[in-house]
């Protein structure tokens, strides 16, 4: 009998090794493929952070790679005098003026079309609301000049807040939707025996178990937002209108030349972002979290 286990078993142990060195095989081919691709992606970016460092003559005279013999922080003080901060204050309110409102009805939209599931009216909503994800942005941009016109918004930053929301929410409802369904639904049910409203389950139990996904819909419609370029080129004219995108466009004519100027807005029109990005990732790592010690 011990000698029928031993044959049976020496089998399995040699087919699990060669399926553990299969795997360990793809690992690394894996992994090569990873720092290849982050080498491809840092090169541009190190490229980026060190000419903005450069002033016209080193840019010109030295290798491109090469570390700035005399750095100088003379291009940022350059971009930051013109009219740099008035940019990234419109930046910053288009963005939250646009993720705070998109978010909230968003996850109050989704709310309702999971709980009320037998509605043919809810249904047809969330159907009217996943047709927005086949529009895109560029395909409507006459009719939204013309409705900005015709409500006396144009140039003004509400210009773009508005179709910025109306096209943050398409997206965001799909996610949320798919997150407040994996709910269990015995948690709302004890809740309604326990008495609370559907704005008690809204706000007490919803809330936080679709934490990382609101952090994932913030973050990733607020990129889209601040990266905007069309919505500000076409809806607003003045100067001290626009966004970082479009100055960024701006400088790029002003200072054809200077390249590590141009390079220096490409800095600090990024770094926001990377930032909050990765205090929006340790967010969405501690809801996970907490979603599991529940």
Do not use: C, H
């Not at 541009?44 to 840019?59: C, E, H, M, N, R």
């Not at 963005?95 to 999971?114: C, E, N, R, W």
């Amino acid at each position: 009998m011990a000698v029928v286990t031993s044959n049976v078993a020496a089998p399995a142990v040699r087919g699990g090794s060669s399926r553990a060195r299969r795997l360990l095989r793809l690992n690394w081919l894996g992994g090569t493929a990873g720092w290849i691709w982050l080498v491809i992606v840092l090169i541009p970016l190190y490229w980026i952070v060190i000419t903005s460092f450069k002033d016209q003559g080193a840019y010109f005279t030295q290798n491109p790679f090469a570390l700035p013999t005399d750095p100088t922080v003379a291009n940022y003080g350059l971009v930051i005098r013109s009219d740099f901060p008035r940019y990234f204050l419109n930046s910053v309110i288009v963005t939250i003026g646009t993720i705070l409102p998109a978010v909230a009805i968003s996850f109050m939209a989704a709310y309702a079309i999971v709980r009320g599931a037998g509605s043919r009216f809810l249904a047809g909503v969330n159907g009217l609301f996943l047709m927005g994800l086949a529009i895109p942005l560029q395909a409507t941009i006459i009719p939204v000049y013309l409705l900005i016109i015709r409500m006396k918004m144009y140039d003004s930053l509400l210009a773009i807040i508005l179709p910025s929301i109306a096209f943050s929410i398409p997206l965001s409802i799909l996610v949320l939707t798919n997150f407040i369904r994996d709910v269990p639904k015995e948690l709302f049910e004890s809740m309604r025996v326990d008495g609370a409203s559907e704005w008690g389950m809204l706000r007490g139990l919803a809330l936080p178990l679709t934490r990382p996904a609101l952090v994932t819909v913030s973050i990733y419609n607020g990129l889209g937002v601040w990266n905007g370029f069309l919505l500000p080129l076409i809806l607003t004219q003045s100067p001290d209108k626009r966004t970082l995108p479009l100055a960024l466009w701006t400088f790029q004519g002003q200072y054809s030349v200077n390249v590590p100027a141009v390079l220096a807005s490409v800095v600090l029109t990024t770094l926001p972002i990377v930032i909050l990005y990765a205090i929006g990732r340790r967010q969405l790592l501690s809801g996970l979290t907490a979603g599991f010690s529940r």
